[in-house]
């Protein structure tokens, strides 16, 4: 018999990392309002209740958490299936962003990213894999880029990073598939957010133009991306794995 929604996904419980601001944020609101319950993760704990208060209704949590710290992480989710109940689902959208041109580029940086962006990734994967924090299966999602598909000047650094999610999104699916476990990934375009606000602050006008003209349908905004996540996340994706859904109003088109 046919499920009468296949985006029903009242009743589960969705890990979101990056939860403090943007995209993050915006799914964990579109998740609440769909009848989940969120699990907010970032490293503030002010943002974090700034988010909470925004969730429609009850049981969801907030519990900070520094994700660069990487290696404790599948120790900390074993903690919060505890405490919360066993997970549905993760996201991570959690993610740092360098504009460094390769000449300026030191290796202090290149970490930075990729403790967040890959190793993070990763840990978070092992976490949910272990017995008793998945309920037997789920959805993982990953927030990847369209820097990480295309070629974007001073971004090689970055693009490397998220060219990695790309990857490891196909290896993972094909090891958790046999756990019952889907892994995908959201390749986001430029979506005004606090942290593009942050980007466009180096930039001159015509820089901004030349992004905004890029993208056929204009820029995106963060619910775009977080209906694409919450759509991975629900059991009308239940025969989708290892793929990175590219939501980027057409720039990867042309």
Do not use: C
Not at 14 to 22: D, F, Y
Not at 24 to 45: C, D, H, K, Y
Not at 168 to 173: E, G, L, N, P, V
Request: aromatic share 4%; proline share 3%; charged share 15%.
């Amino acid at each position: 018999m046919a499920v009468l929604n296949p985006l029903d996904i009242t009743g589960r419980t969705i890990l979101v990392t990056g939860a403090s601001s943007g995209i993050g944020r915006e799914t964990a609101i579109l998740l609440s309002r769909l009848g989940a319950r969120v699990i907010l993760v970032a490293r503030s704990q002010e943002k974090l209740e700034q988010t909470l208060a925004q969730l429609e209704g009850t049981g969801h949590a907030v519990e900070p958490f520094d994700l660069s710290q990487y290696e404790g992480i599948p120790q900390w989710m074993k903690g919060l299936a505890g405490m919360h109940g066993v997970l549905d689902g993760l996201v991570h959208s959690a993610g740092v962003t360098m504009t460094v041109p390769l000449k300026t580029l030191d290796a202090t940086q290149v970490e930075q990213l990729w403790r967040i962006n890959i190793f993070a990734s990763l840990w978070l994967a092992k976490g949910y894999r272990q017995r008793g924090v998945n309920r037997g299966g789920g959805s993982i999602v990953l927030l990847g880029a369209g820097a990480g598909l295309v070629g974007v000047t001073a971004l090689s650094a970055y693009s490397a990073s998220k060219g990695g999610v790309t990857a490891t999104t196909r290896s993972m699916a094909m090891e958790l598939a046999r756990e019952n476990i889907r892994v995908n990934s959201v390749a986001p375009g430029y979506v005004k957010t606090e942290m593009t606000e942050d980007f466009e602050k180096g930039m001159t006008v015509e820089q901004v133009a030349a992004i905004v003209a890029s993208h056929p349908l204009g820029l995106g905004e963060a619910i775009d991306v977080a209906n694409s996540i919450v759509f991975l996340l629900s059991p009308a994706a239940r025969w989708i794995t290892g793929i990175t859904l590219v939501v980027d109003g057409g720039v990867t088109a042309q």
